[in-house]
């Protein structure tokens, strides 16, 4: 899809253009003049001869070829534009800065779709419509401003809002983060953030290429290929962040079993970025702050050494960090007395290393190279350091600038003083520098970036499991649940352990088989989705005179067709499950059962296929994990036999992608077992 005419145009021709630089046409041919575009730059305009100093064509005719076109005009009259262009102009790539398409009504829609189907027949590439435009070291083909400074090795943002990707630059820009590229695909026609990220990808040159990327979505229209593609950067070398909007209302619609009521389409996105290795942030600002993480070296540690000259922001600092699961050592014995004797009387080096507000920045100097060559304990560094503007502290930041380049260990430069210190902060910041203005959205940052796991393996080894069997009782089973005695073939198939368990639909076969069992037992009815709603679960049967009276009574509760009676097992109850999310695939989930999931949502989940780290990971994320390990005495779970559970429910999945949904739900676990007691799968052909 992305082409060289897109990337690095010999010529471009702005459609619409204007001298009014207050309308888009006019605004990105001043763009593309002020960024010194290289290239044959030319315009089209029917009333004019030349705009803003450049020729103009009033008749598209006349036009010369044209690599690139970047079209601010209505939408009723691109797909005629469009026609022209790339039928006659040879022109191969598109920008549409229009709005009026997809997202107004359908009109709009099926203009949008002629418009791709003409680009696609002549092999272009459509950027939007209904975006801000691109942003290359090459050209300036966007409409807005800030024009942020364009670095080989800064970010690469793609975004699906125009207006966010503004909003986004703006931040970052006086924070000294810098871009080497804006991709804002509008209603991704075409082109959309997963093709962009497939070009960086596909086209990846370490050492050349940057190595942060950046991506704003409100919608994953290919889950698989942004799995694929973000997956592969990381491994290459690449950071990746993201803000996916819109989590709070599309994963909410109702569902008849709990994963299908815990999963959503949010779950998946937060499987889907865990399993990629993408750092997940829920604002601009923290996507800015988790981006300037990203372009210091990396931490290898936890631990961090804070070094300040206000006592306040390093105890904020201190409490982010530790919260996030990272760990501020301190410092005593001899190495705290030889650095006490660099820094002045009432300095304390506990870590926090609290200079006072009178520390020079030679003894700042001193403590980052303390930090750096004595302490093997402090795995990276950061640096509070403002003024109240008694005095310039140029001196100060030149000594930052230089120990961020000499350092091995990373070094997080919080400059709060961003009005007092403004003129130092700019020559910071000219000097190639990124820095924190504040204190506590970088230790959150920090902590995020430190634990998001590295992308999961591609090649998962799932057990082998009886698949000829699977496929028979799926194939011959009718959409819907399935019943209780395919639910435990599936189940026997896959290796999943469960308890022994008889269907009765008669009293006198239940008092037959319940000898199979003995008492006591726990008595279910069947039919009804949730059993416990409609008195449909009894635990604890003790013998014969019990079971007969239960059985009269349940076998009369609505849409009772049966009576499953299993041993009554004892043990922690936990709870795996999977529900097949549109175009993400299998979501399986896992967490403890009971309270935790009704009420507390104390849920992991992973994108199927899920390996035994994947397993042991989700299981080890639960709020929840220090019960399954076992507290106050009491035995914990075997996390083994957990883990087998659901990375075998897992190849159940791959071997049967027509389980939309499936509980096991209770699973009872002890030290020595974790057993199925309960299970529901519904299948969907």
Excluded: W
């Excluded at 698989?224 to 996916?244: D, E, M, T």
């Excluded at 961090?304 to 904020?316: K, S």
């Excluded at 609290?354 to 403590?367: E, H, R």
């Amino acid at each position: 899809m992305i082409n060289q005419q897109l990337l690095n145009p010999q010529s471009i021709a702005v459609i619409g253009g204007s001298d009014d630089v207050h309308k888009p046409g006019g605004k990105v041919l001043y763009n593309i003049i002020k960024g010194n575009y290289k290239g044959n730059l030319y315009v089209a305009n029917p009333k004019q001869n030349e705009v803003q100093g450049i020729k103009s064509y009033k008749d598209l005719n006349n036009l010369p070829e044209t690599d690139l076109a970047i079209i601010a005009i209505a939408a009723k009259f691109c797909v005629q534009t469009i026609k022209i262009l790339a039928e006659s102009k040879k022109t191969k790539a598109f920008i549409i800065l229009s709005a009026g398409f997809s997202e107004t009504n359908e009109e709009g829609a099926k203009i949008e779709q002629e418009i791709v189907e003409i680009i696609n027949k002549n092999n272009g590439v459509l950027i939007g419509p209904n975006g801000i435009g691109v942003l290359t070291p090459n050209y300036h083909g966007v409409f807005t401003s800030p024009i942020p400074k364009l670095d080989s090795q800064g970010v690469d943002f793609i975004s699906g809002s125009g207006a966010t990707a503004v909003f986004i630059m703006e931040l970052g820009i006086p924070n000294g983060l810098t871009f080497a590229s804006v991709y804002s695909v509008g209603n991704s026609a075409q082109t959309g953030v997963e093709e962009v990220l497939e070009y960086m990808d596909n086209n990846y040159q370490k050492g050349l290429s940057p190595n942060v990327k950046l991506l704003y979505l409100e919608q994953i229209n290919k889950p698989k290929k942004l799995l694929k593609h973000a997956s592969s950067l990381i491994r290459k070398g690449c950071k990746i962040a993201a803000v996916k909007a819109g989590s709070s209302s599309a994963g909410s619609r109702a569902a008849s079993s709990h994963t299908g009521a815990m999963a959503s389409s949010d779950v998946a996105v937060d499987a889907l970025f865990k399993k990629a290795g993408i750092v997940r942030c829920y604002g601009r600002q923290e996507l800015i702050t988790v981006a300037s993480v990203f372009m210091q070296k990396e931490l290898k540690g936890k631990n961090i050494g804070i070094i300040t000259h206000a006592g306040g922001p390093a105890v904020m600092l201190t409490d982010s960090l530790e919260k996030g699961g990272l760990n501020i050592p301190q410092i005593k014995g001899k190495k705290a007395d030889k650095l006490l004797e660099k820094l002045f009387p009432g300095s304390s080096v506990a870590n926090p290393i609290d200079f006072l507000a009178t520390g020079t920045a030679q003894q700042l100097s001193d403590i980052i190279d303390f930090c750096e060559n004595e302490l093997d304990e402090v795995d990276g560094i950061a640096v509070i350091f403002g003024t109240p503007g008694l005095s310039r502290v140029f001196d100060a930041y030149n000594i930052i600038n230089e120990k961020i380049k000499t350092c091995s260990k990373p070094i997080y430069p919080i400059l709060p003083s961003i009005n007092e210190a403004k003129e130092e902060i700019e020559d910071y910041i000219s000097k190639g520098n990124v820095f924190f203005p504040e204190e506590v959205l970088l230790g959150n940052a920090l902590a995020k970036v430190f634990y998001t796991d590295k992308p999961r393996n591609e090649n998962v080894i799932l057990p082998k499991i009886n698949t000829k069997e699977i496929r028979n009782i799926i194939e011959t089973s009718e959409n819907g649940y399935l019943s209780p005695d395919k639910v435990q073939n599936l189940l026997d198939a896959a290796g999943i352990n469960r308890a022994k368990e008889y269907v009765s639909e008669t009293l006198e076969n239940a008092l037959q088989n319940v000898k199979e069992i003995s008492y006591p037992i726990v008595m279910k009815v069947v039919g009804p989705v949730h059993k416990s709603d409609v008195g449909g679960v009894v635990l604890n049967v003790k013998n014969e005179e019990q079971l007969i009276g239960e059985f009269t009574r349940m076998i009369k509760i609505k849409d009772t067709t049966a009576i499953l009676m299993q041993p009554m097992l004892s043990g922690t109850e936990l709870f795996a499950g999977a529900k097949y999310e549109d175009k993400f695939g299998q979501l399986v989930l896992a967490g403890m059962g009971g309270i935790f999931i009704e009420v507390l949502k104390d849920v992991s989940s992973s994108i199927s296929p899920v390996s035994q780290y994947d397993a042991s990971k989700m299981i080890k994320s639960l709020k929840s994990y220090k019960l399954i390990e076992g507290t106050r005495g009491k035995e914990g779970i075997n996390q083994e036999k957990f883990v087998d559970a659901i990375v075998k429910l897992s190849a159940l999945l791959e071997v049967a992608p027509e389980i939309k949904e499936m509980d096991l739900n209770p699973l009872l676990g002890t030290s020595k077992d974790v057993i199925a007691v309960d299970a529901r799968i519904r299948i969907e052909k």
